[in-house]
């Protein structure tokens, strides 16, 4: 039976309320957020904020420090950190932070865990910065987040409804490989009426997140539908997804097919050696994921 919008929004809405208790980015996160977001404020703001945590400023230290970024010597010192990141890439490292917490939960499946999730999350959020960098886009950070949060929707739906999700599962089919009979947006749609997108752009809204975030959560498995700005940053995840899931490691439950779409290359205007290149590129880049995030 056909879902109406309506229906729709009931049903996303209602895991939204019932997950209250994740569904809250920590204090100091949004105030990253909202201080990132303010044109006037400078390093010294930021640092203000992050000195009043300790576990955070450590984390810090240790992607400052890692073969990651590739910055020459050990740098100890916070203040120096946020100058040598950026604004943006410090605020990444906070929500990756708080994100981290929220993929728990164990295996739901031999197909399906958080920590598979988590890790083709990571995984397609440095495949983003990479496609952003190859083409001059100079999105490199937003790319990243954009990366890191596309999937964000199946931990809702994995904290709302385990059962549910893994009816979802087992309907894919998958194979001893990971790959899918049937796409995980498929079988979303026949047992919880609602998709991750719709369950990712809810929770992003409620996080208050920026509007291209919003629109990759929600779109980033069909990027030509967007009319806007996002298209291109929709793009990115798009082709980023289907590189890291060829890797492996990680769950593409909902990616039946890595092939990349002739018109969302268009779209982003990227050749097939760049595609290659980057290929090439990705699975020592991944090597570095597990110490570093």
């Known amino acids: 039976m056909a879902i109406s919008t309506e ?12 997950i209250s208790h994740i569904a809250t980015l920590p204090e100091i996160t949004l105030k990253i957020i909202d201080l990132v977001e303010d044109p006037s404020s400078t390093a010294q703001d930021l640092h203000a904020v992050i000195s009043n945590d300790p576990a955070l400023c450590s984390r810090i230290l240790k992607v400052v420090n890692s073969s990651f970024y590739g910055l020459p010597g050990q740098i100890a010192s916070i203040n120096r950190a946020i100058v040598m990141l950026g604004l943006n890439a410090v605020k990444n490292i906070a929500i990756a ?4 917490k929220l993929f728990r939960g164990g295996e739901l499946t031999g197909a399906f865990s958080a920590k598979d999730l988590w890790t083709h999350s990571n995984q397609v959020a440095m495949a983003c910065k990479m496609i952003a960098d190859k083409l001059k886009l100079g999105l490199g950070d937003e790319a990243y987040l954009a990366g890191l949060i596309h999937d964000i929707g199946m931990m809702v739906e994995m904290q709302y409804d385990r059962n549910k999700l893994i009816e979802a599962i087992e309907l894919c089919g998958a194979d001893e490989n990971g790959v899918p009979a049937v796409g995980l947006l498929e079988a979303e749609e026949r047992v ?3 998709t991750h997108q719709d369950f990712g752009k809810a929770l992003c ?4 997140f920026p509007a291209p975030f919003i629109t990759v959560t929600g779109h980033h498995h069909n990027p030509s539908a967007v009319a806007s700005d996002n298209k291109t940053l929709c793009a990115i995840v798009y082709i980023a997804d289907r590189l890291a899931a060829e890797c492996g490691g990680g769950v593409r439950l909902d990616l039946p097919s890595l ?3 002739q018109e969302v290359r268009q779209q982003l205007n990227i050749t097939q050696e760049q595609i ?8 020592e880049a991944f090597e570095s994921i597990d110490s570093t995030l």
């Open 7 to 18: 229906q729709r929004e009931q049903i996303v809405q209602s895991a939204i309320r019932e």
């Open 97 to 100: 932070a708080s994100l981290a």
């Open 192 to 194: 919880f009426g609602a």
């Open 205 to 208: 809204e409620k996080w208050k």
């Open 259 to 261: 092939e990349i779409s």
């Open 276 to 283: 290659d290149a980057i290929r090439a590129e990705l699975p």
